[in-house]
DNA sequence: CGAAATGATTTAAG
DNA sequence: CTTAAATCATTTCG
């Protein structure tokens, strides 16, 4: 069985086509040996590992070698060409930013950085929040991250199993014919480049369950819940005392966010939509304007508490509204404009009221945040 | 259950 | 950045 290398002979026709007897056409040389080659798969690993062996002692073969190496020649520039490409890969590299970012990219750690991240983005965050809601949003998270990781950890075995898996059949195929380091390694690059697309794939689709994950959780819209009494209060005592100029200051902010044990950012949520809709039509806050004022007047003449009013002598009388005790013209100001609003004719009327009263009340401030009319009127 | 109330966000302007 | 205005999504109320 054994071939052992002969001195090439003169010359037999070339590997004659085992199959066809009566000659086919040159042309369909080419084909036969595909179909044999497509053969192959099909056979049983014995019968061909025996072939590759035969092939290997064939007589023929230091001959087809040089043969091969002369095409070679002839064609390696143009596979130099072909050298790889480096893709734009500045999209993926936004995807690893915010999968570190998002405490994606650590295996199996603690999710810090995406509790982190969670608390930044709640700016109006209760304090007692958190607890439950975070826990499930965690847990939501780390399934994610597990989902992601295992599948990375599938795809990278994959593409190690299939590198060596083309590498050591290379390195069979250089005996038959030549296969140079270089042409593994730029082989080795494109298998690997296909498998940097499908991460890329994996990792876009992880970024978006993250995102989807906390459009869910994180808008506070969705879980929206109603200030305290104490809160409400407090927001609604400062706003109708100083309903000629509702726009407190940061300071005045930050103590009214730690008297209603809310947030600032809650604090000027609260008085951008007081001011709009107490603006929108004044007489639905009507009742309210006048608990709250009649309040304000007690606790301005009657020392209630003990710490309650002694902290906030900038708040308590205001020293932008004027001169007034902040009950009797607070009261006239809602009379006024609500009778302003009932107007027939709410145009003149209710701007002739109002600038009176501007004009009695000082306040020149006062008609800034009331540009408009009442919605009654409709035109 | 539907409407009102309400806190938060988005959009646009300064 | 702040704010007015519009809008959203939820909670509360009748």
New binding site residues.
Partial sequence: MDAPQRPPRPAPPPPAPRRSPPGPPPGSNTGDVLQQIMAITDQSLDEAQARKHALNCHRMKPALYSVLCEIKEKTVSSIHGIQEVGPPDAQLLRLDNMLLAEGMSRPEKQGRGASAAANA??????PNEGGLEHSDYRAKLSQIRQLYHSELEKYEQACREFTMHVTNLLQEQSRIRPVSPAEIEHMVGIIHGKFHSIQMQLKQSTCEAVLALRA?F??????????SKQ??EV?NEYFYSHLSN?????ET?EELARRGG????????????????Y??NMR?FQE?ATIYTAKTAVDATEVRGPGRQASPPSMSHSSSSGPFPLTGPGDALIRLQTLACLQPTPREGGLLAQERLAGEANASRFT??Q??QCPLRRI
């Fill in positions: 983005a709640t700016p109006g965050g209760h869910r994180l808008d506070a819209r969705r879980k929206r819940q109603n200030f809160a409400t927001l509702p726009y407190p200051s940061e902010k809310i947030t600032v950012s809650q604090v000027s949520n609260w008085f951008g939509n007081k001011r709009i809709r603006k929108k639905k309210e800034r945040w540009p408009r």
